[in-house]
């Protein structure tokens, strides 16, 4: 039992050390890839694009990220032109995100590149090896979902 639970705290910081290096893997890559665009604009807009549309809320809450943070992000993209707000159609009170063309294109000029990237560093992994990959990736993010915001 002791080597059971020596050989699972082992795993948790081989996982905590190389999500770590994965984070800044990604933070690197994108200043790369759109340099006036932080990793979490980035991502907020990826997002937004995703989903067709949020509201500025529905970001803070799926990234357990403050409000005032996601604000502060949102101007900023807003400032560059990647989004805009538009009222809900069933509540003109509430302010939906959409991404501008602008926006979509910022995507799209980065998307090939990320995709050429992950090809490159998986290539040698089986199909097999990718889905179970992308699962435990899925079942990971979702078990934090309902966190609320730091």
Excluded at 20 to 39: I, N, V, W
Excluded at 60 to 80: C, F, G, I, P
Excluded at 111 to 128: F, V
Aim: glycine content about 4%; some cysteine; aromatic content about 6%.
């Amino acid at each position: 039992m002791a080597d059971a639970h020596r050989g699972r705290e082992e795993s948790l910081d081989v996982i905590q050390r190389e999500l770590t290096a994965f984070a800044r893997r990604a933070r690197s890559t994108a200043a790369r890839l759109h340099p006036d665009l932080p990793l979490v604009s980035y991502t907020l807009l990826a997002h937004i694009e995703h989903r067709h549309g949020c509201r500025a809320t529905d970001l803070a809450a799926h990234y357990m990220l403050d409000k005032s943070t996601v604000s502060r992000q949102v101007a900023a993209l807003e400032n560059l032109g990647l989004v805009e707000r538009h009222p809900d159609p069933d509540d003109q009170r509430i302010q939906v995100l959409h991404p501008t063309t602008a926006g979509v294109q910022a995507l799209a000029s980065t998307q090939a590149s990320r995709r050429a990237a992950y090809r490159e560093r998986l290539g040698a992994w089986t199909s097999e090896d990718l889905e179970q990959f992308a699962e435990y990736l899925l079942r990971y993010n979702s078990a934090g979902e309902d966190t609320s915001p730091r």
